[in-house]
């Protein structure tokens, strides 16, 4: 039985993931967003939808890899390596998708890439409350700069919280700002 030890500990890592990748979801990208991205001066800080989606796919690609050890450890490694590595990378890239509002700037990243954008106050040329486009909220914000980049933020109820440091960091930097009763 000695031989075959190693290949139960696999199932079990496979297990693991699947089980604990419901709450993994829905607790660690918003709580390692706040870790990163939190300062004094935020405003609000958005996880958008699709990084729950990226962590979820990615634990389950990650589960796979372990149960194709599980299945044959010495021949099929060369397969679920390659596989992990990808689950592994898809948390990263969820992990560097989001959107932060500072009194200062609005600072985001775009999905499937690592590299953020960044912009001032005085970068903004308006800010618009719509009716969404995601049937799941019924409003989004619109965010439009200067240089025609357009940034949404779903109107949810975790910007709901946030939404006076926003209106407030708008307003003080002279941003005009169109709600839903405007």
């Known amino acids: 039985m000695t031989h075959s030890e190693p290949r139960y500990i696999w199932i079990a890592i496979a297990l693991l993931l699947v089980i604990s990748s419901f709450f993994v979801v829905l607790i660690v990208p918003y709580t390692l967003h706040n870790i990163l991205f939190y300062t004094a001066n935020t405003a609000m800080i958005q996880t958008p939808k699709l990084v729950l989606y990226m962590y979820g796919i990615s634990m389950g690609i990650m589960a796979i890899a372990c149960f194709v050890m599980y299945l044959n450890q010495k ?29 200062d700037e609005i600072k985001f990243s775009k999905p499937w890439s690592f590299t953020e954008e960044s912009y001032k106050w005085d970068e903004v040329e308006q800010i618009i409350t719509e009716k969404s486009e995601d049937k799941s909220v019924r409003w989004q914000v619109k965010m ?8 949404v933020f779903v109107r949810d109820r975790n910007f ?19 709600g839903i009763n405007d």
């Not at 490694?77 to 959107?99: E, Q």
């Not at 439009?144 to 940034?151: A, C, N, Y």
Request: net charge positive.
């Open 75 to 103: 021949k099929l490694w060369k397969f679920a390596l390659p596989l992990f590595i990808a689950g592994m990378a898809g948390i990263a890239l969820g992990t560097d998708h989001y959107k932060v509002v500072t009194y």
């Open 144 to 151: 439009f700069f200067k240089d025609g980049e357009e940034l």
């Open 160 to 178: 709901n919280n946030s939404h006076s440091n926003f209106y407030s960091a708008a307003k003080i930097n002279k941003v005009p700002y169109k």
